[in-house]
């Protein structure tokens, strides 16, 4: 019969074209297996692994990815077991959005290398603030990322021309001069890390600071990593799609209930939220990663993250930059008898040390963003429409450091304690 001829003619050209390899007669649109890509372990969260998404198996087409999603949630497969599926999902989808190719993304290769994703990233930042008001983590921290980024060209500015000339140097002249004033026991009361720059600074080689500038871009890509996706699952789909992120367990309780914070309408609230995810940020996130920094071949770490405080002079509006939030201050007995204070405008902390950078921050950038975002817009605004090529460009305090030690000398002050109990 006509029927049967043609079913067994299909049936023979089907195994022919399987067995030469052929696709020709496959359905079209035949989707790849599921269970390759449940239970997957994140073994690419920490950018300091290798380039490129969370899991090596993972697609980059987001197309792809969202087919595979959508199966798992037909399919009721619980969302623990798909959570590299999903967090991949939203990272692929927000990198695209921010024009970062995300398998090419590597914090390793240096600066210059990752200017692109730099600007790029922190641009996206910015322009999640401007249409979202509620956001500020994301306005706040595209405006530091200025302060950073600058910071890191400058970083690598020194290690491929001519190393970090004249540092050590001014540290040293910093201590005699404390020395002079104070005496030699007042050299034990100055931060560790001034005091790690006047040992190290001349050791550091062009190796250390690419060492260096490499974690730190690593916890760069952590941050947008983290924090981007759930914002752009935010913007995109709302509260419901932070709920499968809780459900997947890619974060707790603590951070779904920022997200609601954050989408409340109510400024008290949205601070609060904004100011959770921030933590996140701080300690989660990339805590970890700046104790290892700090601790790299001893004072040179020390010495590299102090010098890059003392530096620093941040975006935000109002805000003292860490040299006088907390500036060094000696106590001593002066020639005639007299108890004195010596200050010094540099700080007395160290920037990767959480506590310290905690207490900057909830005093400093938090508060002072928060006043610009309700009171002072327009002026926010108009900053954060800068081309972020020009604020990070405006933004390169690294090469000036042997300057800044040199001008601490010549501001340091001696007041007795006296008098300074008579002003508090």
Do not use: C
Not at 24 to 38: K, N, S, V
Not at 223 to 239: C, K, N, Q, R, W
Request: charged share 20%; glycine share 8%; aromatic share 8%.
């Amino acid at each position: 019969m006509p029927i049967s001829v043609s079913r067994r003619t299909m049936t023979v050209a089907l195994a022919a074209a399987v067995g030469l390899g052929l696709t020709a007669f496959a359905p079209a649109g035949a989707a790849e297996p599921l269970d390759q890509y449940l239970d997957l372990p994140l073994v690419n969260r920490d950018a300091a692994s290798s380039p490129g998404g969370v899991h090596p198996e993972l697609p980059y087409d987001v197309a792809e990815l969202r087919d595979l999603l959508d199966r798992a949630r037909a399919q009721r497969v619980a969302p623990t077991r798909y959570a590299a599926l999903l967090y991949q999902y939203w990272l692929v989808d927000v990198t695209n959005k921010a024009g970062i190719d995300l398998r090419s993304w590597d914090p390793r290769v240096g600066v210059q290398a990752n200017r692109d994703n730099l600007i790029k990233s922190y641009r996206y930042y910015e322009d999640l603030q401007l249409a979202h008001r509620e956001l500020q983590w994301a306005g706040m921290g595209g405006q530091v990322g200025a302060d950073f980024g600058g910071g890191l060209l400058d970083f690598e500015l020194m290690s491929t021309l001519y190393g970090v000339p004249g540092i050590a140097e001014s540290a040293r002249a910093v201590i005699g001069a404390v020395t002079q004033t104070a005496g030699p026991q007042a050299v034990d009361l100055l931060p560790s890390g001034l005091r790690a720059l006047a040992e190290a600074g001349s050791a550091i080689t062009p190796e250390d600071l690419h060492y260096i500038i490499g974690m730190i871009l690593v916890m760069q890509k952590n941050i947008f990593s983290d924090l981007m996706p759930m914002h752009d699952a935010y913007v995109t789909e709302g509260l419901p799609a932070l709920a499968e992120f809780r459900a997947a367990g890619l974060f707790g309780d603590d951070i779904m209930n920022a997200w609601r914070d954050v989408a409340s309408g109510e400024d008290v609230r949205i601070a609060a939220g904004n100011a959770a995810l921030l933590r996140r940020e701080q300690d989660h996130v990339i805590s970890r990663q700046w104790d290892e920094t700090r601790a790299y071949k001893g004072s040179v770490g020390e010495a590299i993250t102090y010098a890059s405080g003392a530096a620093g002079s941040p975006s935000v509006a109002g805000v003292v930059p860490p040299r006088e939030f907390h500036p060094v201050r000696v106590p001593f007995t002066m020639a005639d008898g007299r108890p004195a204070l010596l200050t010094l405008p540099l700080p007395d902390w160290n920037w990767s040390v959480l506590d310290a950078r905690w207490d900057y921050i909830t005093t400093q950038l938090l508060p002072k963003y928060r006043d610009q975002v309700q009171n002072d817009w327009p002026a926010l605004e108009a900053a954060l429409r800068t081309p972020y090529e020009i604020q990070l460009e405006s933004h390169r305090p690294f090469l000036n450091i042997p300057q800044l030690l040199d001008s601490a000398i010549r501001q340091i002050t001696v007041t007795p304690v006296d008098a300074t109990m008579a002003v508090r």
